[in-house]
């Protein structure tokens, strides 16, 4: 355990090494999503990058996303730009920083995607997550109306007793 920090600088420092060489593609597979799952994407970058994550969900959800850019320096991603399955994620202030963040209700089903994109000078990461939180059915929404009819019925009622 006392050599765990030596070993993380030693694979960050490789990362940055193979990251100054140029341009690269990462990303990966965070497989079969379901409700309540919170998935960590992230990446060293250097150059021109587009990166994908693939996905798949289970159950029809509300698939949100929040990617942040940093960098080691004071070298910022250009050009940093995110989609979730096609719908852009909208730049948001971040203390100084970079951050993009949005949602998209999506159906079950295969080959969903979070493509992260941008231009940075070695030295630079991005990080986020991708979280999935069901949709409400419409049985949940007549029943809302309803108990919301009842209560409201009930103090006109009330009203009217007075």
């Known amino acids: 355990m006392r050599y765990e ?5 030693a694979a960050l420092a490789a990362a940055l090494a193979f990251g100054a060489s140029g341009a690269l593609a990462v990303g990966g597979d965070l497989g079969t ?3 309540g799952d919170t998935n960590f994407v992230s990446s060293l970058v250097s150059g ?3 990166d994908t994550w693939l996905f798949d969900l289970s159950q029809p959800s ?3 996303s929040t990617i942040t850019a940093f960098s080691f320096g004071v070298v ?3 050009d940093f730009k995110a989609w979730l399955d096609g719908n852009p994620l909208t730049l948001v202030a971040a203390g100084g920083g970079q951050q993009l963040a949005g949602s998209v209700n999506l159906a079950n089903g295969n080959d969903y995607q979070l493509v992260i994109s941008g231009t940075a000078a070695s030295g630079a990461a991005y990080t986020g997550l991708v979280t999935v ?3 409400p ?6 029943m809302l109306l309803a108990g919301l009819g009842v209560v409201g019925f009930i103090a006109f009622r009330r009203r009217q007793d007075d």
């Open 133 to 135: 939180t069901p949709i």
């Open 33 to 35: 999503l379901d409700h």
């Open 5 to 9: 920090p030596k070993l993380r600088n």
């Open 48 to 50: 021109t990058f587009s």
């Open 137 to 142: 059915e419409p049985g949940t929404y007549t």
């Open 76 to 78: 910022n991603i250009t």
């Open 62 to 64: 509300t698939v949100s």
